[in-house]
């Protein structure tokens, strides 16, 4: 093993125990291959096979250009934020809601860092310029919500800043929904074992190893730190006018149809085929911080 390797050699604690991940092994250890799926409380045993996932997906995908054609018609605005870990299954997500809307009207935002000038301005202006317009469908892949989990936990703002954010973004939500806009928030949440899953794939996925960053690498050792940062802003921001839904993720697959279920049987669309739509698994989505006690 040469130094370059050694040097990604992990000591992890994981529930009281220490284990030793090494990203650039070829192998998948089997104490993460054993506890993956299990991990974080997820409650099935298996994954959902691939077939029944196809057949509800299009079910689902159905209605969403259902959607879009009466938010075309009648001028709607819908906007999601997508939160959660590294490698929780935002991107995936997203791609499978937008799959076959029309892109002139379905988009999603994923910003990168601050430029200089934004850094100089209100926390949320940026964010606003890529609201939803008349007929618009628009997804974060992430949001203002970084302020409330990696910038503290990565010393990427100021203490008082985070303060002041989670004191603003209940009332800067609340002009949100008084705005009319149709407003969801996701929080997709991973077991560790899944989570270190994923990122060995990435890292071993020739298709795949550009999703894998240096943050990633820098936040290994900080599972305890997002996690009580996440529970403060699923406390302290989930309010009755915009409400945190959170998805058990380990498995992609369920966590993707219920969420898209999710936002079709929250708008009263022309159309709207609530038996194709079927129902939402509670085992798998619900609201607020009290599903993942």
Request: glycine fraction near 6%; charged fraction near 30%; hydrophobic fraction near 35%.
């Amino acid at each position: 093993m040469d130094a370059q390797t050694q040097s990604r050699a992990v000591t992890l604690k994981i529930r009281g125990k220490e284990r030793i991940f090494d990203i650039d092994q070829p192998e998948l250890p089997d104490w993460i291959e054993d506890a993956a799926l299990k991990s974080g409380g997820f409650p099935y045993d298996k994954k959902l096979s691939d077939k029944a996932y196809v057949a509800e997906l299009t079910e689902l995908q159905i209605e969403l250009v259902k959607v879009q054609f009466w938010m075309q018609k009648t001028g709607q605005r819908v906007m999601a934020l997508f939160e959660g870990r590294d490698a929780a299954g935002k991107g995936g997500a997203i791609s499978a809601t937008l799959a076959y809307m029309n892109p002139r009207s379905a988009r999603v935002v994923a910003l990168t860092k601050p430029t200089e000038t934004e850094m100089g301005q209100w926390y949320f202006q940026r964010y606003i310029s890529h609201f939803p317009s008349a007929g618009e469908f628009v997804l974060f892949d992430r949001s203002w919500y970084n302020r409330a989990g990696v910038e503290p936990v990565m010393s990427f703002c100021k203490p008082e800043q985070y303060e002041a954010f989670l004191k603003q973004v209940p009332r800067f939500e609340k002009l949100i929904e008084q705005e009319g806009i149709h407003f969801f928030k996701f929080w997709l949440d991973t077991g560790q074992e899944m989570q270190l899953k994923r990122f060995h794939d990435r890292r071993h996925d020739p298709l795949k190893c550009w999703k894998l960053s240096p943050m990633d690498i820098a936040a290994l050792h900080k599972w305890d730190d997002y996690t009580q940062k996440r529970d403060r802003m699923l406390k302290e921001t989930h309010t009755e006018r915009a409400p945190w839904t959170v998805l058990h993720a380990n498995d992609k697959r369920r966590a993707r149809l219920n969420l898209i279920r999710h936002i079709l049987l929250s708008l009263d669309y022309e159309g709207k085929d609530k038996d194709k739509i079927g129902k939402l698994d509670k085992k798998i989505i619900g609201s607020g911080p009290g599903f993942l006690d």
